[in-house]
């Protein structure tokens, strides 16, 4: 007797529990696509726009104008540039309560940059848990439904006098469907989550060498009591 064994007729000929963690499985699998995609756009617009503040603020502009830039462009800005406007802010929120101790104005801007860095950072890690979560439990969903699968086929064939290759062998692929679904899941998942956490950690890497690398800058024009003569060659002016 010849039998349809293809992936369609396996999964509707599979029991209710099977098909069920069929579902699951493929529901899981278009969301955490749809999660990679979207990850993928936010990762690349990151990037982008913290290149292009990074080259403005190296460009030699001076800080109050790369602040009221920044202040403008607030909900259109990277991380970096929110970063920077927040120690800006900060900074001169203290300047204008007459404080004057140099230590007290960098720690303040310092804290603020600080604070919006890990905002920033949680923003950027977004869906990395759901995709942490898909990929390591994808396999074990599609394992649940194996076994379940192999037990009702198994026991759908207690009644009979003499079983066959060919009576077993439909059951169990049904079956193992599911596993193979389970895998299909799980495998895209672990690998965007290894790239997009490489990504991460990168742009965490820059964004935190530009707080220490504008930390020096206020530094120094704190250190400074006369204003510059003009501005250095690529770096921003003071004030």
């Known amino acids: 007797m010849n039998q349809d064994m293809s992936i369609l007729q396996l999964v509707l ?3 209710f529990t099977v098909q069920l963690v069929m579902l699951v499985l493929l529901i899981g699998s278009i969301a955490s696509w749809a999660a990679i995609f979207r990850k993928l756009r936010s ?23 790369l602040y009221a830039a920044a202040a403008q462009n607030a909900r259109q800005g990277g991380p970096m540039e929110r970063i920077f406007a927040s120690g800006m802010r900060e900074y001169q929120k203290l300047r204008e309560r007459r404080i004057a ?16 860095f890990q905002r920033e950072m ?22 649940f439904g194996t076994v379940w699968g192999i037990m009702h086929a198994f026991t759908g064939l207690a ?6 290759l060919a009576t077993v062998a439909p059951g ?12 299909f899941a799980a495998i895209p998942a672990v690998v965007a989550y290894n790239r997009f956490a490489r990504d991460i950690d990168r742009i965490s890497i820059k964004q935190e ?11 120094r024009n704190l250190g400074v009591h006369t204003p510059p003569a003009g501005p250095a060659t690529g770096s921003p002016t003071g004030y």
């Open 13 to 15: 000929h599979a029991s």
């Open 43 to 65: 990762l690349k617009e990151i990037k982008a726009q913290n290149d292009e503040f990074e080259r403005e603020f190296w460009s030699g502009t001076s800080l109050n104008d």
């Open 101 to 116: 101790d140099p230590g007290t104005l960098l720690d303040g801007a310092r804290r603020a940059m600080r604070a919006s």
């Open 122 to 143: 949680d923003a950027t890690e977004s869906n990395l848990s759901f995709l942490a979560s898909v990929g390591s439990i994808s396999p074990y969903v599609g394992l």
């Open 159 to 164: 009644g009979l006098q003499q079983v066959t």
């Open 172 to 183: 169990i692929a049904e079956a193992l469907v599911a596993t193979a679904l389970g895998l």
């Open 209 to 219: 060498t530009f707080i220490e690398e504008f930390s020096n800058i206020l530094q």
